[in-house]
């Protein structure tokens, strides 16, 4: 007698596959187009960055008395290994007139210690002013003796960075203020031209950010990438890819689009007014870029405002990336978790057309495409193995959804790092680049796989409310070797 239970499964799974695999294939052929049309818009906005930089007069503006002031604010905490070097070069910046804000977030290690020993730091009597709401208390206020260093360094009860931020920006004297990770490296005129913006048009641009790159594997003299290099592990190489179509790329074309909801907290800009007008960072939102940003657009559409929020292409700020699997994971699933905190939180915006092309084009692409990406990719792989394992799927479903999937994927990233090449030759050997190009396929056989497991379990904890851990960040700070300097678990904004 033949068996017929078998073959029930097999028939339910050809009756979902024939279902579901159209929509399923459309939604990744929309998902890469996407991101095409956003490099297309990136390059765009390339071409016209590079024809205006001979133009763009930093010279003048590091000159001129007219150049607005900006408080950098530092948050730090366990940051001893590189904090010296770090806040060194950010007062060595070409820039006319600013401060560098240090906020010691309840340190336990020799943080302070470090800083005080190099900037013969001494206490003062300052009163913090309370323009934004912060929950760790202010222990002590220090600048350098000399009297000439624009430095301030406050130390304060451990609450977290968004906290340390906030007193930061109530600590700044200057209204632009500019968010910079301790674990990061500025280029010399990197706050030049992420400012300038706010010179060319001061009326209406509230906030500006730079492009996130990673130092991994580049070679670092005095606080400043003197060589670019691909570091020498998978794992980092692969982020190296992610945050050139993220940063320089992705985030370029939503500016040039005029929907940019994203700057990133390790090098974003701000109007200090702005800021403390909306409340500040969110200490309760892990989240808190994407959530201030989003915040600073309700306020200016609800108050009928004309106002830019923009993307420069070119200032870096190279931040150390996770180089372990666990530390990486971490990273995502908290990056997942924050994303679905700020669209649930502000989904009154999505789809509506008050809040123009924020509510109607940006916060629904990040639902449909970023949101709900990774339920829609494992689903996908699951429901075409099992179609494989019981034959319900045939060699043409599998290389179509591979083609579709992985194929166009490879494309967009080849295409991302083309217009990267072609405008700026970062990369000095053709070693990097082949490594690079090597990624570009490679990302899609297990790291992909991965993330989007990663990610999901970040939605599913978030959907369940468990607890947020943050994950131990190792720093051995940077050094005049091209070494591969450890992960950290650093935030650096979504995959777009």
């Not at 003048?60 to 948050?75: D, F, G, R």
């Not at 992610?242 to 320089?248: H, I, M, S, T």
């Not at 200016?300 to 180089?323: F, H, I, K, L, N």
């Not at 990406?373 to 959804?401: H, T």
Request: net charge neutral.
């Amino acid at each position: 007698m033949t068996p017929v239970a078998p073959e029930l499964p097999r028939e339910a799974l050809e009756v979902f596959f024939e279902v579901t695999q159209w929509p399923v294939l459309a939604y990744f052929l929309l998902v890469n187009t996407s991101y095409l049309l956003l490099i297309a818009l990136a390059a765009v906005e390339l071409t016209r960055h590079l024809r205006r930089v001979p133009f763009a007069g930093h010279d003048e503006a590091c000159a001129s008395p007219l150049t607005p002031a900006v408080s950098v604010l530092v948050p730090a905490h366990d940051e001893e290994a590189g904090i010296v070097t770090a806040v060194d070069a950010m007062l060595g910046l070409r820039y006319p007139a600013h401060e560098v804000v240090v906020v010691d977030d309840g340190s336990r290690d020799a943080t302070f210690a470090r800083l005080e020993e190099a900037h013969d730091l001494v206490e003062v009597p300052r009163v913090v002013p309370q323009d934004l709401p912060t929950r760790g208390r202010v222990l002590s206020v220090h600048v350098p003796r000399d009297g000439r260093t624009s430095l301030v360094v406050v130390r304060k009860e451990n609450a977290g960075r968004s906290d340390a931020l906030n007193v930061g920006v109530n600590v700044a004297r200057h209204g632009i203020v500019c968010f910079v990770d301790a674990d990061s490296i500025l280029d010399p005129d990197a706050l030049l031209t992420v400012t300038k913006p706010f010179a060319d048009d001061p009326e209406r641009v509230v906030a500006s950010g730079g492009v996130v790159r990673a130092v991994n594997g580049c070679r670092v003299v005095a606080g400043r990438v003197v060589e670019t290099r691909m570091p020498p592990g998978w794992l980092a190489r692969t982020q190296v890819v992610e945050y050139l179509r993220a940063f320089l790329l992705g985030r370029a074309g939503w500016s040039r689009a005029g929907a940019l909801v994203l700057i990133s907290g390790a090098f974003g800009v701000f109007r200090r007014d702005v800021v403390v007008s909306v409340g500040g960072l969110d200490p309760d939102c892990i989240g808190e870029d994407f959530e201030l940003c989003v915040k600073v657009h309700r306020a200016m559409r609800d108050a009928g405002r004309d106002y830019r929020v923009v993307q420069v292409a070119e200032p870096v700020s190279w931040t150390e990336v996770p180089s372990t699997r666990s530390v990486l994971a971490s990273q995502r699933r908290r990056w997942h978790r924050g994303l679905w905190e700020v669209l649930h939180r502000h989904r009154d915006m999505i789809g509506n057309p008050r809040y123009g092309r924020i509510g109607l084009v940006a916060l629904p692409w990040f639902v449909v495409f970023e949101l709900a990406a990774p339920v829609l990719e494992l689903g996908g792989l699951v429901v075409v193995a099992l179609g494989l394992a019981l034959g319900a799927v045939g060699g043409d479903e599998v290389l179509r959804f591979t083609l579709v999937a992985y194929g166009y994927g490879i494309f967009v990233s080849v295409a991302a790092l083309a217009v990267e090449e072609f405008s700026f030759h970062r990369y000095g050997r053709w070693r990097d680049l082949a490594t690079a190009l090597v990624v570009c396929v490679l990302e899609n056989v297990g790291y992909r796989q991965l993330t989007a497991l990663w990610r999901l379990q970040g939605l599913l904890a978030a959907l369940r409310g468990t607890e947020q851990v943050w994950g131990v960040m190792t720093r051995t700070g940077f050094g005049d070797a091209a070494a591969v300097l450890p992960a950290g678990a650093r935030r650096a904004g979504g995959a777009a």
